[in-house]
């Protein structure tokens, strides 16, 4: 039996799955946590994802490998392959002002036709600019910049820092995929070539000489020390897509630290609005995506509120009406990426004497969070994009009410896939890819499939209140 590696290394922990070349099977698995906070020392990411191989039993019988990561953190490396500073990750949302400057200077049309993208704080182009305007002593030490996966990709080959590496600061060693690149915001996903010009706006220099992670095709590979195969890697996003099996028509919806919809299709996607990211996708397609900041956390808020636990929550929610009663949450907690509003807050409408109860506001929680994702789906068709069927994913979509009023809300059949590390299985899928030369076909499991159970006044509400 031929083993392959995958690894997730998202915002908050790093997992390893080791499981069977041919079949797909899980054959043993590790993790270990990362701090919290949005500025994290990569460092903190190295070490994790050595405790989590050494939890999944090591490397030395595995025949090939790749990483997934969270898409656009700032990685910026100097001359000997040292990080300059801390990276400001996806959710720091300090490089809004940074965003709107670069959509000024350039045009959001302008942006869009190049990259796929509109800036917003999330955005890796954004963290520079901030860089070279808050740090410009830093930001001209700027040799490379890698994103989370391409860097640890990087550094488990063997390179990294001088005198702190076997095989030394060989910048041009970075490698990447179609995927995270797009999320950067100077790459442009249908050539499959990175805007150097936009780099430059960025930094405020000539960015010429700054190493970039090389692109990697879907099925190409490169070797470690030990001469195993290393594919490409990839964002989260592409990640869980790939280890679905998504397929075009299938669109995914994962509700975790942040919701994000997404979709795989064949021609790339470039909306002036900003509202859907042109990204591409770990098969050689696109993936357009709608993301926001506001998502399980939303959940985690009102759980606590109430006093309950989520099971509870989901209980609360599925004994109110759809539409709660008129009580809609516009959950903006944490301010939002789409709609690009980062210095929002959350607000509370509809609250009558009636309609205000336990039951209301735990579901008013399950739409507002739902309904955030489906408009960003509607934006999504209006690009083009085919939507046949919903698969529901992330540490929310094992709720009851998650699943039913997910059927609601989109409009759309649900299919929950059996809980899985959907995001690391992608990463084994390009491992196994690279390893055998064909994309590998494993099947995922579902655990619930739901009928389409379209509530459209849930979401007229909902767009309403967003709207007055």
Known sequence: MRLVAGVDSSTQSCKVVVVDAETGALVRSGRAPHPDGSEVD?????????AAIDDAGGLDDVDAWAIAGQQHGMVALDGDGRVIRDALLWNDTRSAGAAADLTREVGAGAFAERTGLVPVASFTITKLRWLADHEPASAARVAAVALPHDWLTWRLRGFGPAGESRRGPVLEELVTDRSDASGTGYFDPQRAEYDRELLAAALGRDA???????????????????????????????????????????????????????????????????TVAGFADASGRYL??????????????????????????????????PGSAGLVLQPWF?????????????????????????????????????????????????????????LLTGGAATSAATQRIAAEVFGLPVVVPAPGEYVALGAATQAAWALGGERPSWAAASQAELPADPRPGTRTRYRARLSG
Do not use: K, Y
């Not at 998502?295 to 006093?307: E, F, W």
């Open 334 to 390: 944490e301010g939002e990426r789409t709609p690009n509003r980062p210095d929002a807050t959350a607000t509370l409408f509809g609250m009558t004497l009636a309609a205000t109860t336990r039951e209301n506001l735990a579901r008013a929680a399950f739409e507002g969070v739902l309904c955030a994702l489906a408009d960003g789906l509607d934006a999504m068709r209006a690009g083009g994009v085919e939507a046949q069927r919903v």
């Open 288 to 321: 357009p995506i709608v993301t926001t900041l506001n998502a399980a956390r939303v959940l985690d808020a009102v759980a606590a509120l109430l006093g309950v636990d989520h099971d509870e929550l989901s209980r609360l929610a599925l004994a109110a009406d």
């Open 208 to 274: 010429a000489g700054v190493a970039l992670p090389r692109i990697l095709a879907p099925d190409a590979a490169v070797a470690d020390e030990a001469g195993r195969v290393v594919a490409a890697g990839c964002g989260d996003n592409a990640g869980a897509a790939l280890g679905m099996g998504a397929r075009a028509g299938d669109v995914g919806v994962s509700i975790g630290t942040s919701g994000t919809v997404f979709a795989v299709a064949e021609r790339p996607v470039r909306d002036p609005t900003g």
């Open 42 to 50: 990569p460092e903190h990411w190295w070490q994790a994802l050595a």
